[in-house]
């Protein structure tokens, strides 16, 4: 083993350069000769004030050079603001990009839509429009737990809109209406419509009535699916003859 472990002498040290600490008398001369050697005209005379040992120039030279300094960290960190604000925005850029190429190869049926929801979130994962279409994407697919996991997920964004509420807890309503769990799709869909009446939004409402009285259908519960039905026809003629008049 010995000399087997031998052969690989001798082995040559690497050699590492490192500034040498000098006296306190060098390093301030070492100073005073980098400034003197330097391209700033303020430095060099500098140098000669304090080789002159005049405090008054000295103190004023250093104030400019600190204003000097001060104005180019200022240049430094605006650019700094200026590439992170770029980054931002193209990221957000980026991300709707990917979620509409996702979005439409999720329509067209293509295993490449969740590669490019993915993407779209390693941008920026919590971009709520994404979460809202990978949502959609899942359910679309048959994969309801996912579609909930995924909406779930977006109801603790904080910068969701009520309306963004709204369309969230509809969805969440028929998610769960897809696992036959009707207790939680009839709960999503009254918070969707509470939202729509303080909102006002009467297509909303509704929206959510007609898939509260799916529900209750489902349940056998046709007399309640009926009245809601009913008490919707007028809303719902008011909103048809609105449409035609904008024709």
């Not at 003197?36 to 005209?41: G, I, R």
């Not at 004030?49 to 104005?71: F, G, H, M, P, S």
Request: hydrophobic residues 35%.
């Amino acid at each position: 083993y010995q000399q087997q472990y031998n052969k690989h002498w001798p082995i040559k040290k690497k050699e590492y350069h490192i500034h040498e600490i000098k006296g306190v008398d060098a390093f301030y001369s070492d100073i005073i000769s980098n400034l003197s050697h330097s391209n700033d005209h303020n430095k060099v005379e500098l140098s000669k004030a304090l080789d002159d040992n005049n405090k008054i120039r000295a103190t004023e030279l250093l104030n400019i050079i600190i204003q000097e300094v001060n104005a180019k960290q200022a240049i430094h960190d605006n650019i700094l603001t200026e590439h992170s604000n770029y980054l931002i925005q193209y990221q957000d850029t980026m991300s709707l990009t990917y979620m509409d190429i996702a979005t439409i190869a999720s329509m067209l049926n293509l295993d490449i839509a969740e590669d490019f929801f993915n993407r779209a979130l390693d941008l920026n994962e919590n971009n709520h429009l994404v979460l809202y279409a990978y949502s959609l994407h899942f359910n679309f697919k048959g994969e309801y737990h996912k579609a909930i996991e995924i909406a779930h997920k977006l109801l603790t964004k904080t910068e969701l809109s009520r309306k963004d509420l709204q369309y969230t807890y509809g969805n969440l309503g028929i998610f769960y209406k897809n696992i036959s769990d009707w207790h939680k799709s009839e709960l999503y869909q009254t918070k969707s419509l509470n939202i729509a009446i303080d909102l006002g939004d009467t297509i909303g409402q509704i929206k959510a009535n007609n898939n509260i009285a799916v529900l209750l259908n489902n349940k056998e519960n046709y007399t309640k699916a009926f009245d809601i039905l009913s008490e919707m026809l007028p809303c719902l003629d008011i909103e048809i003859d609105k449409e035609d008049d904008t024709k």
